[in-house]
């Protein structure tokens, strides 16, 4: 399944909101609300989940967007990208700890919009795996971002049935649609969740959830037949049977 990137709007002056609202739905992003205070934000957050934040850092009220941002990354991990009027260094160093994604000086133009988020989805699917004592993930654990028909969209990682080597790009199959990254196969193997995927071949990597039936030289993933290597058999046989 792959559904539109959903964005929330977080800026106080209500024009400029749904003028940005407005330009991410042109670029095919959903947007899941406009807020104009960051009281208001976590609460949305929690009841619809935004795969990416844009955040005015000079909100009117109680929390400005870099308090906005602290307050929710203590609950859930989402990227942010800064909205601002304010280019100074005391802005940049109160911001970066947030760990921003991207920095949108105002006023803006819709190119840099589309910039910005392409380059936030992006990150997300390359971002370095965790050190090596710690369990890998994504930033977003449960899903990737990649582009189709000129828009970021995104993918669940549990519906991802296999993935394919072709040369320096690999492509992701899912049940109804088939995903081109430029991402080698052998990146996407260090970076998927090792508990959901295993390598049977030099050019596939499968979810084991998917898998139908497995032969000799050969299994079958949703009436896909692909090739076995004789040296991963048993690799993938051990893992199916802990499921």
Not at 18 to 33: F, P, Q, R, W
Not at 130 to 157: A, C, G, S, T, Y
Not at 174 to 179: D, G, L
Request: glycine letters at 2%; one cysteine or more.
């Amino acid at each position: 399944m792959n559904t539109q990137i959903k964005v929330l709007v977080v800026e106080d002056e209500m024009i400029i909101g749904a003028k940005i609202s407005m330009y991410l739905t042109d670029l095919g992003y959903e947007v899941t609300g406009i807020i104009p205070r960051g009281e208001e934000v976590l609460f949305h957050v929690k009841e619809n989940t935004p795969d990416i934040i844009l955040m005015d850092i000079n909100l009117k009220g109680k929390l400005d967007g870099v308090e906005t941002a602290m307050l929710i990354q203590k609950e859930i991990d989402i990227p942010i990208i800064y909205l601002t009027a304010n280019t100074d260094d005391a802005t940049f160093a109160r911001a970066k700890p947030t760990r921003p994604y991207s920095f949108i000086s105002k006023p803006f133009k819709q190119l840099d919009l589309k910039h910005a988020l392409e380059l936030a989805s992006e990150r997300i699917l390359t971002e370095k795996s965790q050190p090596q004592n710690q369990p890998e993930k994504f930033v977003l654990n449960d899903r990737i971002f990649v582009r189709h028909n000129e828009v970021m969209v995104k993918i669940i990682i549990a519906d991802i049935l296999y993935l394919e080597a072709d040369r320096n790009y690999c492509q992701v199959f899912t049940k109804n649609s088939t995903y081109l990254l430029v991402n080698t196969l052998k990146n996407m193997e260090d970076k998927l969740p090792s508990e959901q995927f295993q390598r049977i071949h030099r050019s596939y990597i499968v979810n084991v959830n998917h898998v139908d039936e497995v032969a000799q030289n050969h299994i079958t993933v949703e009436g896909k037949i692909l090739p076995l290597s004789k040296e991963l058999r048993k690799d993938l046989l051990d893992r199916l049977r802990l499921i």
